[in-house]
């Protein structure tokens, strides 16, 4: 269903709060069907977004380290988001 969340169970260093929150936010999106968010949905949205991110960190820290590093780097680690990232702040 959500082809285009990144694995992040093996990276090094280990993901990071915001890749887990990004995740987060991209599945809430996908299951909900929410892409611009109104003062009717916003809180719900945000809420969901903040269990599923802490639901992953518990995940993430209580599986055994993976034997092979995921197949993709998670976009937050990629130079070009990084740089729109830094154009937009």
């Known amino acids: ?52 991110a802490a639901t992953t960190t518990r995940l993430l820290d209580a599986l055994p380290a993976r034997r092979q590093p995921p197949k993709s780097v998670p976009p937050l680690r990629r130079p070009e988001v990084r740089a729109r990232e830094a154009a937009r702040a």
């Open 1 to 52: 269903m959500c082809r285009n969340i990144t694995e992040l169970r093996g990276l090094e260093p280990a993901a990071t709060d915001e890749e887990i929150a990004a995740a987060a936010r991209q599945y809430v999106r996908k299951v909900s069907g929410i892409h611009k968010l109104s003062d009717a949905n916003r809180e719900a949205f945000e809420i969901a977004v903040a269990e599923v």
